[in-house]
């Protein structure tokens, strides 16, 4: 049974959060454009003044940014388009298919990456979002289109931010013009998650490895069968630094130290907690199943053990280390967070750019109101199969009670 109190206390920060968001919202709701009951619009003048600044200043550039954004754009439609439609193919078709699509919100595990914590969340969906509306804004004012306003947006529960280029104006331009504009946006994402992962690899990175050493490595799960690690007791996720009494610092050097071994020798494997207790265990190797004659301990899901050498590990060094953990996991969340929404915002979607960029060219090719019979087509069956995709898992466990 759910534990409400748990609940609440894992999920303070978000509850906090979107009770001050309430609170805003109640606060200034004569100031509030509300939308399909579920659209809140809350227009501002910030950064106008700059976004002309710069449109101005690089004019040049911020037109061929535009303009190749809207050819990598038109890649970016098709490949999300297809993504999406083969997950939801190996879903329905193909046995144990991983699901390719999940809402990535604060507080959740997600699968091979973790839990995204609350601040790294907002402060990267605040990084995105004005980067994303800086870039349509820009575009749109290096092209004469007036950009009326800026301010924050809630859909629901998930909260942005825009800019509000003059229709008018923009439905004008040429086609190429508006998809520049339209393709600003996510593509701008898709470079802001690129600077993330090359400053994370070139610069957190290194520095922060400079200041680890290993000690040790550590499995996770025994290979079933009943191998030596499993039979002699040989503990999960407990640093493992010594062979035959020989100190060994990674996996690499105890792999070294087993190969000269072989099935039948018996071998002490020395462990050793974070309070410095070491432990013998005796293990009688077997034959790998895999590569008969050789070794095998049984041991799956291996990872090398590091901490902050000692002589760093107190003081400002400390708080340097932590300081540069901090933004290593931040700029991990950035990367996936912003290149994620960047190819979201592809789909042929209501909302979406990509859906717009959708509705101009059917427009175009086929007139305006077989143009729009169209397009409400397309991203009607593109809305259900990511509603489907999301509910997948859902689904999966109704019908796993049911049957």
Request: net charge neutral; hydrophobic share 50%; with cysteine.
């Amino acid at each position: 049974m759910v534990n409400i109190t748990e609940l609440i206390l894992q999920y303070k920060y978000i509850i906090i959060f979107y009770l001050v968001v309430a609170i805003l919202v109640f606060t200034h709701r004569k100031k509030i454009d509300f939308q399909a009951k579920i659209i809140m619009l809350y227009r501002t003048s910030w950064g106008l003044k700059f976004i002309k600044t710069c449109a101005t200043k690089f004019r040049e550039w911020v037109i061929l940014f535009g303009y190749l954004s809207t050819g990598l754009g038109i890649i970016g439609l098709f490949m999300i388009s297809f993504i999406l439609i083969q997950n939801i193919y190996k879903l329905l078709f193909v046995a144990g298919a991983a699901n390719g699509v999940a809402l990535v919100l604060p507080g959740i595990n997600i699968p091979g990456l973790g839990v995204l914590p609350f601040w790294h969340w907002l402060i990267a969906i605040f990084v995105i979002a004005t980067v994303h509306e800086f870039s349509h804004g820009v575009v749109a004012k290096a092209h004469n289109i007036k950009v009326k306003s800026t301010g924050l947006v809630l859909i629901g529960p998930i909260i942005g931010a825009f800019v509000e280029p003059d229709e008018k104006t923009m439905d004008k331009k040429s086609d190429i013009i508006q998809y520049s504009v339209l393709a600003a946006g996510p593509i701008s994402n898709v470079v802001l998650a690129l600077i993330a992962i090359l400053v994370l690899n070139l610069c957190v990175m290194p520095i922060q490895n400079s200041m680890l050493e290993e000690q040790g490595f550590v499995f996770e799960d025994y290979i079933e069968g009943g191998y030596p690690a499993e039979l002699s007791g040989l503990p999960l996720n407990t640093p493992i630094t010594a062979i035959n009494n020989q100190e060994t610092i990674n996996f690499a050097e105890f792999a070294d130290v087993l190969q000269c071994t072989s099935p039948g020798d018996t071998i002490i494997v020395t462990t050793t907690t974070d309070e410095g207790t070491s432990t013998d265990y005796n293990l009688t190797l077997a034959d790998n199943p895999d590569n008969p004659g050789k070794s095998f301990m049984g041991i799956s899901i291996i990872s090398n053990e590091v901490d902050v050498k000692p002589e760093l590990s107190t003081g400002s060094s400390l708080v340097l280390y932590n300081t540069l953990d901090w933004v290593r996991n931040f700029l991990k969340w950035l990367f996936l967070l912003s290149f994620g929404i960047g190819l979201f915002n592809f789909l042929p979607l209501p909302i979406v750019d990509g859906g717009k960029m959708t509705q101009i060219f059917l427009h175009k090719w086929r007139g305006k109101v077989k143009g729009e019979e169209t397009y409400h087509r397309i991203s009607m069956v593109f809305l259900l199969i990511l509603l489907f995709s999301l509910l997948f898992p859902l689904f999966k466990t109704m019908l796993g009670w049911v049957f």
